[in-house]
């Protein structure tokens, strides 16, 4: 079966410092990954989506970056944070065509 | 832009009683819908997935889609407390595998 793995789970970071968040999945192959954030209190802003290792697409502009450095491997990156930063950060995979996403535990980001 | 939009609540119902959550969305290539459950401070989980017009069911949970009135819902039956949760609704094409997420609706289910 299939599994995705986030972490860390919680991580309290002060502003100017780098960031670095990462998603794995098992059980599937060349799967259509994606990067959520989740302010307080509000809905999931889709930040970048991946349909293939080194292929991302960005849908905010943003402070964040992202790679896909193998086919089931997503990193969220960032060089400085700012306290606009904090959130909910999920990760999910998808197969195109197939079903909606399942989402990993997440990852709750404090920028102080 | 295209929008899923949903009303944020609270929906307040009795314990036993039916839990009615509605959805609009604008992208009439929508081909698939979804409705994702999230306890507070976790992330969300996915309970039902629709396609075609007309009812899904499944156990106490009922998925609604009439793609003419661009529109979602999905009811509960026999509602518990630990149905109390945020319900978020996404619709997406087959052919990008983007889903567009609504801001949920809060429900709370009072014994």
């Known amino acids: 079966s299939q599994t995705i793995h986030q972490w860390p789970a919680t991580l309290v970071q002060p502003v100017g410092s780098p960031l670095s968040l990462e998603c794995t999945v098992e059980g599937t192959s060349n799967p259509n990954l994606y990067w959520y954030r989740q302010a307080a209190g509000r809905g999931l802003q889709l930040l970048f989506y991946s349909v293939g290792i080194g292929q991302i697409s960005s849908e905010v502009p943003q402070n964040l970056s992202a790679s896909r450095p193998q086919d089931r491997q997503f990193i969220l990156s960032s060089k400085k944070l700012l306290l606009s930063d904090s959130g909910f950060y999920l990760c999910a995979w998808s197969v195109l065509g197939r079903g909606g996403y399942t989402f990993g535990s997440g990852t709750r980001l404090t920028v102080v | ?111």
């Open chain 2, 1 to 111: 832009q295209k929008e899923v939009e949903q009303n944020s609540g609270p929906l307040s119902v009795p314990e036993g009683a039916i839990a009615s959550l509605n959805c609009t969305y604008s992208d009439r290539g929508s081909q698939s819908f979804f409705w994702y459950r999230q306890y507070s401070g976790k992330s969300p989980e996915l309970i039902m997935s629709i396609y075609s017009n007309g009812d899904k069911e499944d156990g106490r949970f009922t998925a609604q889609l009439n793609k003419a009135s661009q529109y979602v819902s999905l009811l509960i039956r026999d509602s518990q407390p630990s149905d109390s949760a945020t319900y978020l609704c996404a619709g997406g094409s087959s052919n990008t595998g983007k889903l567009i997420f609504g801001q949920g609706t809060t429900l709370q289910v009072k014994p």
